[in-house]
């Protein structure tokens, strides 16, 4: 599986609630690093399996939550920079931001979620 095929699978499996496929691509030890507001659930550093969880109950809370791929690159062999767009989330404008993830040996290693849009205190 490709980096950008792990990262897919991961994304899906966390929408849909499909936590033992999520966590069977992430690795042991995995982090999510929220560059958002120290009180926002998306804010701070957790371990992979509260991340699942937390995509889980945003995807249930927020059914309207729609988000566009502007861009996508592979940096080397184990990173994964995605620029998104959305709405529907907790942003009453539209919402932006670049996700990085490092995957390695088709496991999760790292997500690291950096708004470009709300100064930090929404979601994207």
Do not use: N, Q
């Amino acid at each position: 599986m490709t980096p950008e095929e792990t990262v897919d699978a991961f994304f899906l499996a966390a929408f849909t609630g499909d936590r033992e496929t999520a966590l069977s691509l992430a690795a042991d030890g995995a982090e999510h690093h929220g560059d958002l507001d120290a009180d926002h659930a998306f804010g701070g550093t957790r371990p992979i399996a509260e991340y699942v969880d937390l995509i889980f109950d945003w995807a249930r809370t927020h059914p309207e939550y729609r988000f566009d791929r502007v861009d996508r690159k592979t940096i080397g062999d184990e990173l994964v920079v995605t620029h998104l767009k959305s709405t529907g989330g907790d942003d009453p404008d539209p919402a932006e931001g670049l996700m990085v993830m490092r995957v390695r040996d088709g496991k999760l290693l790292r997500v690291f979620a950096i708004p470009a849009t709300g100064r930090g205190r929404y979601g994207f």
